[in-house]
């Protein structure tokens, strides 16, 4: 399919947000019918030998426009107007009656074509629209002219996508190690001998509270004080003046949260050291860098 995620697409289509761009409407009869029900029209023949084929990637100039009654065609969207001025697509097969994927079976790098497929079924599967927009009529057609500037076979993507999937596994190994040896660092340089739960949390109590830990759904009210490891603090309640509720078990804070205050009775005092696999992982959060140790000062205030 055609997403949202690999072709920019102009739904919000209206009488009024429609560029008043109007070019003669091809006949139906210039057209081929394709198996599935697309119109198909080859416009010119490229130097490419062979067609896209399954997994196959492809860089499109791709424009597309209304295509009502047979009369005008007014245009919606064009990458011309993109940086690139191209639409990146990766070539699945059809999966609905009009899927103008279908179309792109038959083009080779260099072909250029037009196809009209039914406006309602491409913006609701091909696009991912969540409805037909104001002004799009149950019958309305969309004609596209796409040329087929560059085709980069499966195999290439396929190796292409095993060289940078080894990239990102060797820069995590390395972020989980250098994360390692600062919290290392960390408990070293604070003389903090604790062994840590399964998951990696390490929960020093300073001071002991009194009465039943909380559990699964029950809210609490905590202050705390949050460091990265290297000292510096990124957040307080205490600062503030306003202490934090959340519920246990929900889902509502990180893990090494859930877990940590999950080991106090009201009234303790503890040092949280939260790895990133329990904490925001690969995450920016701003003042939170990704893979960061957390180190949380919290005070069990209350359990309801």
């Known amino acids: 399919m055609l997403k949202l995620s690999t072709i920019t697409l102009a739904v919000a289509i209206s009488s009024s947000s429609i560029a008043q761009t109007f070019i003669d409407a091809p006949s139906n009869k210039d057209f081929k019918t394709m198996p599935n029900g697309i119109l198909y029209k080859s416009v010119k023949k490229g130097n ?3 067609t896209a084929s399954e997994g196959d990637f ?4 791709l ?3 209304m295509h009502r009654g047979g009369k005008q065609d007014s245009l919606i969207f064009t990458s011309q107007n993109l940086p690139d001025k191209v639409v990146q697509v990766g070539v699945v097969k059809p999966i609905y009656k009009g899927d103008l994927m279908e179309g792109m ?3 080779a790098e260099g072909d250029s074509a ?4 039914p ?3 491409f913006l609701l599967k091909s ?9 799009v009529r149950k019958d309305d057609k969309f004609l596209f002219n796409i040329k087929l500037i560059e085709l980069t076979p499966k195999a290439v993507v396929e190796e292409k996508r095993k060289v940078e999937n080894a990239k990102k596994e060797a820069e995590m190994s390395q972020k989980s190690f250098d994360e390692k040896n600062s919290r290392d660092e960390y408990l070293k340089a604070n003389n903090i001998t604790q062994a840590p739960t399964n998951s990696g949390l390490i929960a020093v109590v300073s001071q002991e509270g009194s009465g039943a830990k909380p559990t699964v ?3 609490v009210t905590v202050h705390y004080t949050g460091y990265l490891v290297n000292g510096t603090k990124f957040d307080s309640s205490v600062d503030r003046g306003e202490p934090f509720s959340f519920t246990i078990g929900k889902g509502q804070v990180i893990q090494g949260w859930d877990e940590g205050i999950a080991m106090l009775s009201p009234g303790a005092k503890a040092k949280l050291i939260i790895p990133s696999s329990i904490g925001y992982g690969g995450r920016n959060m701003g003042s939170i860098p990704p893979f960061s140790t957390l180190v949380f000062d919290v005070e069990l205030l209350k359990v309801e």
């Open 63 to 65: 424009s597309y426009y």
């Open 105 to 107: 079976f038959l083009m």
């Open 217 to 219: 759904g029950q809210k």
């Open 58 to 61: 492809l860089k499109l100039n």
């Open 119 to 121: 406006a309602d079924s």
């Open 127 to 135: 696009a991912g629209s969540r409805g037909i927009p104001e002004g």
């Open 114 to 117: 037009q196809f009209i497929v």
């Open 48 to 50: 490419g030998k062979v």
